[in-house]
């Protein structure tokens, strides 16, 4: 939905939406007149087998590229097919590398894979040379100078005795997704207490505000328990097109609004720049995660 937005307000190309219930005549529609094809990665797959006998495109674009770092992934396979069938080919990511060199070496060779040798085994400098001519980084400080500074704050608060309660049943079960959400299912939480705080100061500065968390029963209690306005829960069962309506609920009303999203659901593929307070209530296993949800917010616009 984003880019479709996007693609029409930006160029005078026309955006073909080729997922959901109208994907048959939008693929038709891009067939006879051009322009640019906009699908999923789970859609990929129907596309590929409707528009087998389609010449070769003259550019693919794959946004967040880290998705098929893995050569053996399906999703992987079916865009490398797409890249070869392609005059010219784009991969767009803000982490080209999350674990190890070898998952940047795998994106550099979708472009040029006689650039570089063995990732893991020679130096950084080494390595920033081979990479250079297939990969160009963009350092927000390098062309976003007006973009305020990151602020983060990490917030560490006592247990309530129901938290306490509540996280040794876990810790006893030895559950520990239940441990990671403890501190966040009730409403007399330390935590949530925290927030509800957070919601009010943003709302007296006329600023508004995103709350992520991974799990869903927390962010049904999060949406019930802060005041105001609040849009969601937007989790990955809402469709894009839904999705992409509560974000624009959101960016529509005044400050104090909130926006409560599951952190896969809403750290990927939309633009939130109405928000400037960003809440993640818990830590996620990997970093990566909480920085692609934070940038969401904290971008031009």
């Given amino acids: 939905t984003n880019w479709v937005r996007e693609i029409g307000s930006k160029s005078t190309l026309t955006a073909h939406r080729l997922h959901g219930p109208d994907r048959l005549l939008a693929a038709r529609a891009w067939v006879k007149s ?34 098929i770092k893995n050569p053996e992934a399906k999703r992987s396979r079916r865009s ?49 040379m081979q990479v250079a001519p297939a990969y160009l980084r963009r350092n927000q400080e390098d062309v976003l100078s007006e973009l305020p500074d990151l602020v983060e704050v990490d917030e560490w608060l006592p247990m309530s005795s129901e938290d306490e309660t509540t996280y040794r049943a876990a810790v006893d079960d030895g559950n520990f997704m239940a ?47 802060l005041p105001g306005q609040v849009y969601g829960p937007l989790t990955g069962a809402v469709p894009a097109a839904k999705r992409q309506d509560l974000v624009d609920q959101f960016s529509a009303s005044h400050g104090g ?35 692609q949800a934070i940038a969401r917010a904290h971008r031009m616009g």
């Fill in 34 to 67: 051009g322009g640019v094809a906009v699908t999923t990665f789970e859609t990929l797959e129907w596309a590929q087998s409707y528009l087998a006998e389609v010449p070769r495109t003259s550019c693919v674009v794959v946004d967040e590229a880290h998705y």
């Fill in 80 to 128: 490398r097919r797409l890249i070869d069938r392609s005059d010219h080919a784009i991969l767009l990511t803000g982490t080209p590398m999350e674990n190890r060199l070898g998952e940047f070496q795998e994106l550099v060779g979708y472009l040029r894979p006689d650039l570089i040798t063995n990732a893991d085994a020679i130096r950084p400098r080494q390595f920033r």
């Fill in 179 to 225: 441990m990671r959400r403890a501190a966040m299912l009730s409403p007399r939480s330390e935590k949530v207490k925290r927030l509800i705080e957070i919601v009010r100061e943003a709302e007296e500065s006329g600023r508004r505000v995103i709350v992520y968390s991974y799990f869903l029963n927390v962010l049904d209690l999060v949406a019930k328990s």
């Fill in 257 to 291: 609004a909130v926006l409560v999203a599951q952190i896969q659901a809403g750290g990927v593929g939309l633009n939130v720049q109405a928000a400037s307070v960003v809440v993640i209530c818990e830590p996620q296993l990997k970093p990566t995660t909480e920085w």
